[in-house]
């Protein structure tokens, strides 16, 4: 392409080089064509209005059920009516923040209903050309009849076409210099409130579970919503920082149009209404978006390390490593530390999340979610380069959740969807007695502890040093008990009690857990005798030897005379203490 | 209600109880849901425990604060059984 057109193309897409130095430095290297394209479909990502009402649709329809779920429940008549009406005016609240959206999704809505309603007016006109059966007066009078039908819904539908360009317009305006963190950060604290609402409420149990289920679904599309724009949005900036360009001021970015024609392969919104910014083309994007994971992973993949970097200087004492895969999707990345998340020191922006650290909901134009894994300290803590992580050695450790992880998951299943709910008064029905061993017991009762710990530690605000540093003298004794006399030993129950410390408690928490099924292990093992006691060795004291027969006569009559003296003495004493017995 | 037994909910539910802790005048139990061969599960709860009209109840404690100052209850009272444990072979 040569310049002029490649001008043509800049002003067409609403570029403009602001860096002619940068620009001409890094323009060798790239197909100009390729990188204004990719810039468009980055700023049509960015605001994208169709991603908006589908989720602004699933959110209110969401409402909805919320509020019949409440309507349905014949349980809720009992609920105290001030509670009823906060529900209630909290939904609408949230609603709310849909309304621009909304009034711009009734408005294509009727548009399309008037539009349908044109076209029948119409197929039945043709339907009367084809119908010859019809006497000549009856046609003329039903032709006019179908004819000012069709008059009226042309005139209804221009009408609602021009109340859904009106709402499209104030949609549009009303996403200028629009925040998605901070509208998700409200939508999210809503949410919240709506659920406190939901605990006061009289409700059956069956309600009250498909409240949860609805709000969490709530919840997590709020939570995923718009994560596509913001890495759009980190990528676009990024390009136009690095080749010197910005978007023209005088293009907006939520009314970015394609200049190509849209393929009109569906029936969708795109027909109905030309002007419309419909979805983006399938074809259109193929080949930019296959270059953009690329890029877009390797971007991921340099903010994980940057966090790394950051974690480490913050986080002196503490051993980190980099991990290939995280073992969950929704993470960007892996960190393993030697220390348990929310005793490190976060890189500014990001705070603790189950099983990790993230900065999306944070003022940043490089949001990342990284999981935060468990790795065991090694003597040298400098020579634990980044690249030294080997499949082989993260395996053992992405492969099965540890024991902390699973208590935790139990944590957060009790406080959800658990068999015995959060905020439910149960009745006991009956009670009987339990046949447990006082061992099995012991150690299921360690891990109930640990496992309320663990979920209450996944909260900065309990300090569980103090209990930690409780329940570590309580196991070591249990440990010990469980394996004295044999060879079995866990290496990370070997610690002297000195060290048993609340400073080293949130250490000893974490050992703890990863022992538990050791020493269920150990015990069982024991059970079965597979563990078996040690057979002690007779050490045969000189003091203690056997005593020969003689020594034993001897000794039994020096006995003898002992026992005999000492009935003489009583007897006399028996006399000495009754004088008028005896008639001395 | 008392430690080593296990107690039926109204839903079904059969709990063992672990530990006992007095807190605040009230009862609460360190307690394994068992699941339906009557093993324990991987589900752990604290429960408080709620007479009324003669006929006790329970409800799940959830609040982080009650349950930092019951852990502390349970693990002393966990502490002390330990430390009393027999030998195992005398125990098994």
């Given amino acids: 392409m040569d310049g002029k057109n490649l001008e043509t193309l800049f002003a067409e897409r609403g570029f403009v080089i602001k860096n002619p130095t940068v620009f001409t430095k890094e323009a060798d290297n790239v197909d100009l064509t390729e990188l204004v394209d990719r810039l468009t479909n980055l700023e049509k990502k960015i605001n994208s209005s169709a991603n908006i009402v589908d989720f602004a649709k699933n959110i209110l329809g969401k409402l909805d059920e919320l509020e019949s779920i409440v309507n349905l429940d014949e349980y809720a008549r009992l609920s105290d009516s001030g509670k009823i009406d906060t529900y209630t005016k909290d939904i609408k609240e949230m609603r709310a923040y849909f309304a621009k959206v909304q009034s711009f999704i009734r408005a294509e809505e009727n548009m399309v209903f008037q539009k349908q309603n044109m076209f029948d007016a119409m197929r039945k006109i043709y339907d009367l050309d084809k119908n010859k059966s019809l006497d000549d007066a009856t046609r003329t009078s039903e032709t006019l009849r179908l004819y000012g039908e069709k008059k009226a819904c042309e005139a209804a539908y221009n009408k609602a076409y021009q109340t859904f360009i009106e709402q499209r317009k104030a949609y549009n305006d009303s996403v200028r210099g629009f925040s998605l963190v901070g509208f998700k950060n409200e939508l999210l604290a809503t949410i919240n409130i709506i659920q406190i609402d939901c605990k006061d409420l009289a409700l059956s149990p069956e309600s009250k579970e498909k409240l949860q289920v609805t709000i969490s679904d709530i919840r997590n599309d709020i939570a995923y919503y718009g994560l596509e724009s913001i890495r759009s949005k980190t990528e676009f900036d990024t390009l136009c920082k690095r080749f010197g360009i910005e978007a023209s001021s005088n293009k907006k970015v939520a009314e970015i149009t394609s200049t190509k024609e849209p393929k009109r392969e569906e029936l969708n919104k795109t027909e109905v209404h030309p002007e419309y910014s419909g979805p983006v083309k399938a074809g259109e994007e193929l080949a930019p978006v296959a270059q953009n994971e690329i890029k877009s992973e390797k971007s991921v993949k340099d903010r994980v390390k940057d966090v790394y970097e950051k974690l480490k200087e913050l986080n002196p004492g503490v051993e980190f490593k980099i991990v290939d895969e995280p073992t969950n999707p929704r993470f960007d990345g892996r960190i393993d530390a030697s220390e348990f998340v929310t005793n490190l020191h976060l890189p500014e922006g990001f705070y603790y999340m189950n099983n990790g650290i993230s900065n999306k909901y944070s003022n940043t134009n490089e949001p990342v979610i990284i999981e935060v894994g468990k790795l065991e300290r090694t003597a040298k803590l400098e020579d634990t380069p980044v690249q030294e992580t080997t499949p082989k050695e993260v395996e053992p450790e992405t492969a099965k959740p540890s024991l902390f992880d699973r208590a935790a998951s139990a944590i957060d299943k009790l406080r959800q969807k658990g068999r015995v709910e959060s905020g439910k008064k149960y009745k006991v029905t009956k009670s009987r007695n339990a046949l447990i061993g006082s061992y099995p017991k012991s150690l299921l009762t360690f891990t109930a502890i640990g496992a309320v710990i663990g979920g209450i530690t996944l909260s900065p605000i309990v300090p569980a040093a103090a209990i930690g540093a409780g329940l570590g003298a309580v196991v070591t004794t249990l440990y010990r008990k469980l394996t004295k006399n044999t060879d079995a030993k866990v290496d990370e129950l070997e610690i002297p009690s000195a060290e048993i410390t609340p400073e080293n408690a949130p250490a000893i928490i974490r050992g703890f857990y990863k022992v538990a099924d050791k020493l269920m292990d150990i015990y069982k093992k024991r059970k079965s005798g597979e563990i078996a006691p040690k057979k002690e060795e007779v050490v045969v004291d000189v003091a203690e030897r056997p005593k020969t027969s003689e020594e034993q006569l001897e000794e039994l009559s020096e006995n003898i005379k002992r026992a005999l003296a000492e009935h003489q003495d009583a007897k006399e004493d028996i006399l000495d203490d009754a004088p008028s017995m005896g008639g001395r | ?92």
């Fill in chain 2, 1 to 92: 209600m008392k430690v080593d037994t296990v107690i039926t909910l109204d839903n079904d539910i059969n709990c063992l109880l672990l530990e006992k802790a007095v807190y605040n005048t009230d009862n609460y139990y360190l307690s394994v849901v068992l699941d339906d061969s009557e093993e324990p599960s991987d589900e752990y709860v604290v429960l408080k425990e709620i007479v009324e009209n003669n006929e006790s109840y329970v409800m799940r404690v959830d609040d982080e604060a009650t349950l930092a100052e019951l852990v502390k209850l349970f693990t002393q009272s966990f502490g002390e059984k330990v430390r009393n444990l027999p030998d195992f072979e005398d125990a098994e």
